[in-house]
């Protein structure tokens, strides 16, 4: 036969270099802005490169940062997830009436937290399990879904607050304060405990079966589940893996304030989604990428940062530059498609 | 070339390359007005992107398009269409939620003044429907149509474009024989008219039937052309480059015991009262027309859709709810829909190969190095053709896409093997490999169900052949007995044979 090339399929093809824009592009992108930051920061002499600056714009990312690994497993099996934001505010609110309420009872204080931190965590379970459970079982599109918990989840903290704010006892403040800002000097525990969830996610995602039916199910639903793919169970994973996920970074936002209130988490839900999304994973599901996601929620942190250190552009214009960033970036994944 | 009368489209010297690989070499074609030619060769020879190429989808990296002897350049296929070349897709290239009539003015449509003028819209479509023989209403949404049907309104959405020239891929693939009579009267009607038509098919019969002329390509390049009074031997010779006689291997009487039974699977809506027994070794085969229900009997069977009937694998009684309930007790279903339902097209080989039997592969992780040495025995055995390793599934050729969901499910090493049209669309050399496989497969004590429309492939497989009609078994045939005239009166309801 005269085919002997095409029988020899080669092992490498030339699409997948370094090179590549679309896996470069997101990586440029932050290290424009740490150069940026870098160059202001020597101008004003303010402190962009500094620990404790380093740190704290680690500190404060890793809330939505932990909630965006999460994103990216549902956004990676074609689903969509909005009602996070919400779902912080509702849980934090439940986790200060629980303490409050127990603080009377329960003597010690470690207990108190341990508590807390399960009341955080199950409850998030539950809220995932219940969007999970709409979408696959009840077979609701996930937008409306999660749009309508969205609005339960806001609806009762405001309830549970009477409108005002719920704060946790003094005491317990100052007790749990150091779950937010202790750590290892500036390598404070949010953001120990966002790198080890974004490493765990980047393995998960790409090296176990879970990952890659994630994948399979964005990708095309049908095919996955004629390949014996259980659809159902591994979507409804995605929602509760990212339930559980908002109840750790609310453990971690609890200590900061010590408080929660109709505002707590506004937004969060389009921050995670557009850190996934300039991250590289395909909104409409099949493709997804967690190292993507940690490196778009350092961009748009960093965005504000740099936003506070210089008066050349107004801080209220944050927003503005956020949305052109994830313009731009969903203009590259097209790219990407359309150079084939 | 001397031609006295310019082709209204020709290529010259056409080279195309998809990254570093070449998959056309100096391909040259001539169209002439009023004569039907025929594009053949194997799976991934370059056919559609010749057609492509010629209908302004695909730019070439060399050579030239003519129109009527002058150098043209495409840059879309609307540019084409303004020429009155005029494309019908491997794939469907319809709208689904919109209605037929819709779908066949899309981008044309009438007006009268500032409003569209349905009415007209209506009647046409109703008229080109007519002429095919094609009983959709108009205002039908396309997603709820038969894939044959949809086919027609392609097909119907080329006529109103008045082509001159008319590409046409594959077809035929998916209609059924009296479809495909429908389709070719057409075809003569258009050569009649003067149209130029470029076709392709991998079933022979049908080329030797319309075309005036055949080019056969082998590899992405011509290795014949010439009139089309060649046989269908000496075609399939040229395509494939060796001698493809004895089709159908062998077939021996199974030995084993009854590895399936089903007793009265009802499919709601679909099949009702389904009985059969499936012995090891057997090949069994089931023939029927197209919307008889049994692709819907076998996604019933696997637990792909709800059903009520008992089962029984291997004597014992067995609840299948689910693909998984039936891999587990060893049972696993090929779908006749590769590119919607059995492949990840915008993955890898290997991320499809394994996809299925992934717990196999996976302890805490997925053993990638595991994967690819089963990807290289998948390449090995079913003779997968691929340009490169990590080409996307959906940029290989039809062919080699059915070759890697055979080995995909032949991955799972299961006991029972359903396989829904396990050629469609496929070259007569790759089918002569299949046909092989499923022999071998019987031959290893494998219980098989072949379900097709092709009756020549059901008569050369099967040890039994089961017919349906309507949801229902209407017939059972054995030995001597199968053969076309009694699978056809019994599929088109004309007698009943003893089950
Ligand atoms: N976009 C693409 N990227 C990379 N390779 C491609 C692409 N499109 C086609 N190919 C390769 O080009 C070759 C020719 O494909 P083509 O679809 O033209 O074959 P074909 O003759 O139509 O086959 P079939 O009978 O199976 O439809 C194949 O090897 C295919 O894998
Ligand atoms: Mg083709």
């Known amino acids: ?340 | 070339m001397g031609d006295a009368v310019t082709a209204p489209l020709a290529l010259r010297d056409v080279d195309r390359h998809f990254g570093p690989v070449q998959v056309l070499h100096g391909i040259g074609v001539d169209l002439r007005a009023g004569e039907v030619h025929a594009l053949i060769g194997e799976n991934g020879a370059g056919k559609s992107t010749t057609m492509k190429i010629m209908c302004g989808f695909l730019v070439p990296t060399g050579g030239e398009v003519l129109v009527d002897g002058r150098t043209r350049r495409f840059a879309d296929q609307r540019e084409a269409e303004a020429a009155g070349i005029v494309m019908i897709h491997q794939e469907f290239n319809l709208a689904e939620p919109l209605t037929v009539e819709e779908n066949v003015f899309l981008g044309a449509e009438l007006r009268r003044g500032p409003l569209l003028d349905k009415r007209t819209m209506r009647e046409r479509t109703a008229e080109l429907l007519d002429r095919l023989d094609c009983r959709v209403p108009p205002t039908a949404r396309v997603r709820d149509l038969s894939n044959p049907d949809k086919q027609m309104v392609e097909i119907a959405k080329a006529l109103r474009q008045e082509a001159r020239v008319l590409v046409m891929d594959e077809p035929t693939a998916v209609l059924t024989t009296a479809e495909v009579d429908t389709l070719l009267e057409q075809v003569d009607r258009l050569r009649a008219a003067g149209t130029a038509i470029l076709f392709t098919s991998h079933k022979l019969g049908e080329v030797k039937q319309v075309a005036d002329r055949v080019t056969v390509l082998r590899d992405g390049r011509v290795v014949h052309r010439g009139p089309a009074d060649m046989s269908e031997h000496a075609m399939a010779n040229a395509m494939v480059g060796r001698d493809v006689s004895d089709l159908y291997p062998a077939k021996a009487a199974p030995r084993g015991e009854v590895a399936l039974r089903v007793e009265e699977l009802d499919v709601p809506d679909h099949a009702a009262d389904v009985s059969f027994e499936l012995r090891r070794g057997e090949v069994l085969g089931f023939a029927g027309l197209i919307g008889s229900g049994r692709t819907e009997a076998m996604e019933g069977l696997v637990g792909l859709r709800p059903h009520r009937g008992r089962i029984e694998v291997d004597g014992r009684s067995v609840t299948i709810r689910s693909p998984r309930d039936a891999m587990r007790v060893g049972m696993v279903y090929l779908t006749e829909d590769r590119k919607g339902r059995g492949l990840l097209l915008d993955k890898g080989m290997r991320e499809n190969l394994t996809l299925q039997s992934l717990p196999d592969f996976s302890g805490l992780t997925v053993d990638t190095a595991a994967e690819e040495r089963a990807l290289d025995d998948a390449i090995a055995r079913f003779d997968v053709r691929a340009p490169m390793r990590d080409v996307k599934v959906g940029n290989l050729s039809g062919g080699n896409q059915q070759k890697l969901l055979l080995a995909k499910t032949m991955l799972a090493d299961p006991e029972i093997v359903i396989i829904d049209e396990p050629t469609r669309g496929i070259d007569i050399g790759t089918k002569q490999q299949i046909y092989k496989l499923i022999r071998e497969l019987a031959d290893e004590g494998k219980a098989v169900i072949v379900v097709s429309s092709e009756m020549q492939e059901v008569i050369g497989l099967a040890t039994r052949v089961l017919v349906m009609r309507e949801g229902r078994i209407v017939g059972a045939l054995e030995g001597d007995q199968i053969d076309e005239e009694r699978i056809n009166g019994l599929q088109m309801g004309l007698g009943r044979a003893a089950a």
């Not at chain 1, 956004?75 to 009602?83: C, E, F, Q, V």
């Not at chain 1, 329960?106 to 809220?127: D, F, I, K, R, T």
């Not at chain 1, 599109?141 to 409108?163: C, N």
């Open chain 1, 1 to 340: 036969m005269t085919g002997a090339a095409a029988t020899a399929p080669q092992r490498r093809d030339r699409s997948h270099s370094l090179l590549d824009l679309h896996v470069l592009g997101p990586i440029l992108a932050l290290a424009a802005l740490i150069l940026l930051g870098t160059g202001i920061s020597a101008t004003n002499e303010s402190t962009f490169l500094s620990a404790s600056n380093i740190s704290n714009v680690l500190s404060r990312s890793a809330f939505i940062g932990i909630i965006a690994v999460g994103m990216t497993f549902v956004i990676t099996a074609g689903g969509l997830d909005l009602s996070v934001g919400s779902m912080a505010a509702f849980i934090a609110g439940l986790v200060i009436l629980t303490m409050n309420s127990l603080a009377g009872t329960v003597e010690s204080v470690p207990m108190l937290v341990l508590v807390g931190m399960g009341a955080a965590l199950s409850a998030g379970l539950a809220a995932g399990a219940i969007n999970g459970f709409l979408v696959t079982n009840m077979r609701i599109e996930a937008f409306i879904v999660t749009l309508g918990t969205m609005g339960i989840y806001r609806s009762l903290v405001t309830w549970l607050a009477d409108g005002g704010t719920l704060s946790l006892d003094f005491t317990l403040r100052t007790a749990i304060r150091p779950i937010y800002f202790g750590g290892f000097g500036w390598l404070t525990w949010p953001i120990i405990v966002f790198a080890f969830v974004a490493v765990l996610g980047e393995l998960v995602m790409r090296r176990t079966a879970f990952g890659r039916y994630c994948a399979a199910i964005g990708s095309n639903e049908q095919v996955a589940r004629y390949s014996s793919v259980n659809v159902n169970r591994v979507r409804m994973a995605t929602y509760v893996l990212l339930g559980l996920l908002v109840g750790v970074a609310t453990i971690l936002y609890v200590p900061r304030l010590g408080s929660a209130s109709p505002t707590t988490g506004v937004l969060w839900e389009l921050e995670a989604i557009a850190a996934v999304i300039i991250g590289g994973t395909v909104l409409k599901g099949g493709f997804g990428r967690v190292w993507g996601t940690v490196i778009g929620v350092l961009i748009l942190s960093l965005i504000g940062n740099i936003l506070n250190l210089t008066d050349a552009v107004s801080p209220y214009l944050n927003g503005a530059i956020q949305g052109v960033i994830i313009i731009l970036a969903v203009v590259l994944q097209r790219e990407k498609k359309a150079g084939t």
